[in-house]
């Protein structure tokens, strides 16, 4: 009996998705410039740019700093895994995610479409 119940619970863990592991590689992204606002149009110095960012599934992209900027990030498709150091957070369609000036992180698709998100940063012009 006890052989049958092990050889039931190796099935169901291999076959279920909630144990599935997928494995990324780092890769390559497309970044695609959607617009561009200079803010001297409101009274401030510096822009506001927004690209449509896609990575394919089964890509991470290497950890980078943001300096000089801070982002917002909002999930179009897919799921955003984003990896700050030891931390990791799941960002699904709708959310929307900030990336300080000096944070370091990188993102991830574990998914099996193509994680698209809207990334916006603001810069300032330094005098």
């Not at 822009?47 to 801070?70: C, E, N, Q, W, Y």
Request: hydrophobic letters at 40%; glycine letters at 8%; one cysteine or more.
């Amino acid at each position: 009996m006890k052989t049958r119940m092990c050889a039931v619970v190796l099935l169901v863990a291999t076959v279920s998705p909630a144990f599935a592991q997928t494995t990324v590689v780092e890769g390559p992204s497309k970044t695609e410039s959607v617009a561009t606002v200079n803010l001297a149009e409101v009274g401030l110095t510096g822009s506001l740019t927004a690209g449509r960012v896609t990575i394919d599934p089964g890509i991470k992209r290497p950890d980078h700093t943001h300096m000089a900027r801070t982002s917002l990030l909002i999930v179009i498709q897919g799921t955003l895994t984003e990896v700050r150091g030891a931390t990791t957070h799941e960002y699904h369609t709708g959310d929307v995610v900030t990336v300080s000036e000096g944070a370091t992180h990188h993102a991830e698709n574990h998914g099996t479409v193509p994680l698209v998100y809207i990334e916006i940063n603001a810069t300032a012009n330094r005098k």
